[in-house]
């Protein structure tokens, strides 16, 4: 069979390979046993995995293939983050994190090559959007660093490029795997999805496979976050605080998280601590304060370690729970915000922006 005709058996979650191996007339209980060569082990190889029937290995040779994105750059930061450029197909690469820390490692990894959502801040964004990553490019994301670091990866994020709210389809069984104990086995608090505040598919997410939830939140009213987050033009915050706690009822941990870029100037000011309180007392949410990772072209500044300081002491006065992201692998272009992969932008966006100070003043 042609290569590209098999199926690629990292596209399939535990429900996927039971249907099909039954359809090959084989038990669904080999649908186990290729999980955790697959996932548990990182095996790539049939021939090597020893307790399945020679005969059995070779039917899958020639009906399935095991094929992860081809790795492209490998760079290492000061830090010990680590950043592959994935080639997903002949005109995209996408990135994949790294961060290792005390107690835990953590791969960030990537949901689209590009993003259609175009937050003012964000490079992924500057890219334009050209497709949906599928299963095997997203969990492939996972296997290959899985393979390639000794330390354990005990979270994930998906926090790379792109909006994994708008790819549920191909999203869902990945996460499933990350979570399936015959594949990673990871808890469902420490797979964390981010999303810039897509609402309905909240619900899904929600309905579906709950996992912990990031909400790139980075204003605290309607006029601000329009201009910053424009699906926020879409779906206001009051429909957003509702969307969160609607999936703080089944969600693993039992807060949101808040992610909120400090931009010098224009979301950093005392007066917007105190509107994102009272926006606060509507859900139960902790902040994680990013400091902004600047990139060429970007129009914006990092807020000073002051005014970071002063703006997390106003939240944390109120009672709020406040962290602020140590930035990661900035050397490399690994920061939030900061991945750009090789997209082949097929939305054609404007280039030319009006900086959003000039909009304000
Ligand atoms: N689309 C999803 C997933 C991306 S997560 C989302 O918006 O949540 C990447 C996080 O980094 C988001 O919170 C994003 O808003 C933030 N970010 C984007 N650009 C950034 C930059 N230049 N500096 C710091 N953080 C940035």
Redesign the pocket.
Known sequence: MNEALKQNLLDLDAAGLRRFFEEQGEKPFRARQLLRWVHHSGEGEFARMSDIAKPLREKLGRLARIEAPRIVGDTLAADGTRKWLLKVDAGNAVEAVFIPEMNRATLCVS?QAG?V?D?A????GRQGFNRNLSTAEIIGQLWLARRLVETRITNV????????LLNLDHLIPALRLMLDDNAYGLSRRRVTV???GVVPQMDRLRDECPVAL???L?APNDELRDRL?PVNRKYPLRELIAACNRYLEKAPRDFITF?Y?MLDGVNDADAQARELVQLASRIRCKFNL??????PG?G?ERSSDERIRGFAGILQRAGLTVTVRKTRGDDIAA????LAGDVADRTRRSRARVPIKEIHA
């Open positions: 949901s993003c959502l937050c801040f964000c490079s992924t994020v998906m926090m790379g490029m792109g909006e994994p981010s999303t810039a990031a909400v790139s980075h987050v992610e870029v990013i400091p902004f990772n600047p990139f970007s914006f920061a939030c915000g900061q």
